[in-house]
């Protein structure tokens, strides 16, 4: 999907390697997984290894104005 006006809308979000680790630090373990059939609790015990992978895709997602089709069924 793209946004409408990628440029703008989204040129005030901030996305860094410290905020994506504290949204990994808030993971409650004994949730349910989510669209992704990802269980929270492997989500945490991995969180170190791909902090940085997350954070550029989530940077290159907001930079683009593209987000993948599956990011739409995430309960926020």
């Known amino acids: 999907m793209q ?3 990628p440029g703008e809308e989204l040129s005030d979000i901030q996305i860094t390697e410290e905020i994506i680790t504290k949204i990994f630090g808030k993971l409650r373990a004994d949730k349910a997984p989510g669209a ?3 269980l ?4 945490r015990s991995i969180s170190l290894a791909v902090i940085t992978r997350v954070t550029i895709i ?3 997602s ?4 593209d987000i993948p089709d599956d990011w739409l069924l995430a309960n926020v």
Do not use: M, Q, T, W
């Open 36 to 38: 992704d059939n990802i």
């Open 62 to 65: 907001v930079e683009s104005g």
């Open 58 to 60: 989530f940077k290159k």
């Open 40 to 43: 929270p609790r492997l989500l």
């Open 3 to 5: 946004f409408p006006y």
